[in-house]
């Protein structure tokens, strides 16, 4: 009998058992079940609609706008350097001093020549009013007068050849003082003081580049070309200048050069734009970026360039949509500075995500945190 009822008591807890952690689990499940889906807070911006400027960008060089070979046009010892390498130099300017020794003793050599023989020419004038007269009365025959009228007019071509002669060794005489022919900033002196030069050297004592104002050179694709030809005919196209690196702005510079064909190469059109560089930011040789503003479109449709994504179709956006995450393939026309131009993809007033949480995917519920940023 008591075993009975040991039996009976034990079946009666474990009923119990059973059921309560068959109740648990149904609370469990319906409680697992009613959980809401979790909610990822997003930074968002308005895709905005606003005038944006369509830019030529292209990589260029600096160009002196006048260049000039410094070379000597005597031959000599080269006595004297009046001026430092590097050093900014005036148009005018006494850069060299060339022994002149030989060329002065010509000179008085050429005019000695010419006193003797504008001497002799006094004497055949004076001896031809002497025997006109005499002619004229036949106390002379004609043919001795016309010997000294002869010898007369010789020595005037003589003379006159000498005045000529003493004139050129006088412009030889200058070539020994060398002086800038423009005004620019001197580069490596290649020729010491105490050398010998030459008319046949082939390397210049100096090379001298203008630098103020310069010309940025650089070519941009030639479905450009159109536009650049009509903003070209106003005569105002302006180019902003930047460094590179960085991209700091560092001049602005005017078209001044359309290049009259096209590169069948690479399809491209040599641009040359001139930059008055009176702070001499920029220098000849030197690598820049340039940008060409060509029109403004009105109604462009932007976003931070930082809210768009690389992909393998192409760029995206994640964009806000009923309270969801939703992936948006956009066409991206070009960057100005921070702001991404969209062709494609977007309208505005459009929330974008801007920064992406690491557990975000399509289709996830997110929330917009604070206002959209615009």
Do not use: C
Not at 219 to 228: A, F, G, R
Not at 331 to 354: F, M, P
């Amino acid at each position: 009998m008591t075993r009975i009822l040991l039996i009976g008591v034990l079946l009666v807890v474990a009923i119990g058992l059973y059921l309560r952690l068959g109740n648990d689990t149904t609370v469990g499940a319906v409680a697992d079940k009613a959980a809401p889906e979790e909610v990822i807070a997003v930074k968002t911006v308005a895709a905005k609609v606003q005038p944006m400027p369509v830019i030529a960008e292209a990589v260029g060089s600096v160009e002196p706008e006048h260049r000039v070979e410094v070379r000597p046009q005597m031959n000599g010892v080269l006595e004297e350097v009046l001026f430092r390498e590097g050093e900014d130099v005036r148009k005018g300017q006494l850069l060299f001093r060339i022994d002149d020794r030989a060329a002065r003793a010509t000179l008085d050599q050429a005019q000695a020549t010419l006193a003797r023989d504008e001497a002799q020419l006094l004497e055949a004038r004076a001896q031809r009013e002497r025997l006109k007269p005499l002619a004229e009365r036949e106390y002379i025959t004609r043919q001795e007068y016309e010997q000294a009228l002869a010898s007369m007019e010789g020595l005037a071509a003589t003379v006159k050849a000498d005045r000529a002669q003493v004139e050129m060794v006088r412009v030889e005489l200058g070539y020994s003082e060398i002086r800038a022919p423009i005004t620019g900033r001197t580069g490596s002196l290649a020729v010491k003081e105490g050398n010998l030069v030459n008319t046949a050297g082939a390397t210049p004592l100096v090379v001298i580049m203008g630098i103020k104002p310069v010309q940025v050179a650089f070519n941009i694709p030639q479905h450009y070309l159109e536009e650049v030809r009509r903003q070209a005919e106003s005569g105002d196209m302006r180019v902003a200048i930047y460094r590179e690196q960085g991209r700091v702005g560092v001049a602005e510079g005017k078209v001044v050069f359309i290049d009259n064909t096209v590169n069948p190469e690479t399809g491209t059109v040599l641009l040359k734009a001139r930059v008055p560089n009176r702070d001499q930011a920029l220098w000849p040789g030197e690598f820049i970026l340039a940008q060409l503003i060509l029109k403004i479109e009105p109604d462009a449709v932007v976003v931070p360039a930082s809210a768009v994504r690389p992909g393998q179709k192409g760029s995206y956006v994640y964009v806000v949509d009923d309270a969801k995450a939703r992936l948006r393939p956009v066409q991206v026309l070009r960057q100005v500075e921070d702001l991404a131009v969209i062709g494609e993809g977007l309208k505005g007033g459009e929330l974008v995500i801007t920064e992406l949480p690491f557990n975000l995917t399509p289709g996830k519920a997110v929330k917009p945190t604070g206002e959209p940023q615009s």
